[in-house]
């Protein structure tokens, strides 16, 4: 599964923006979809997923201002970035948990987009 991620840009504290990945082709094993950040500190944390039961679960820092949501009929992935911060610049990954009977649980990551928070 290929994921393409797109959106990132610069933007003043306060702002907004929308973050989307596209996923390469269908699939109806989805165990979960995700946004992922690594900033300043390297690692890469998570700031939001989908889980296939229908549960959302947002990071404490980013609760309240932003919002994950797919688009199914078009495979994609997007997630609204609102109050921005400049503790949120990172490069921003999406991730898509799928499951087949071959393969088990894997994880495909798209490749990454920069969003900078200016203060």
């Known amino acids: 599964v290929q994921l393409q991620a797109s959106g990132g840009g610069l933007v003043q504290a306060g702002g907004s923006l929308r973050l989307s990945c596209e996923v390469g082709?269908?699939?109806?094993?989805?165990?979960?979809m995700a946004w992922y950040r690594q900033g300043s500190t390297n690692e890469r944390e998570l700031v939001a997923t989908?889980?296939?039961?229908?549960?959302?679960i947002y990071a404490e820092a980013v609760k309240g201002r932003f919002t994950i949501f797919r688009d199914n009929a078009n495979n994609a992935l997007y997630l609204q970035m609102n109050s921005l911060k400049p503790e949120d610049t990172a490069v921003y990954f999406c991730?898509?948990?799928?499951?087949?009977?071959?393969?088990?649980?894997?994880?495909?990551w798209g490749q990454g987009t920069l969003v900078t928070v200016s203060s």
């Open positions: 991730n898509l948990n799928e499951y087949t009977p071959t393969t088990g649980a894997v994880d495909y």
């Open positions: 082709r269908s699939t109806s094993q989805i165990n979960s």
């Open positions: 989908i889980i296939s039961d229908g549960r959302i």
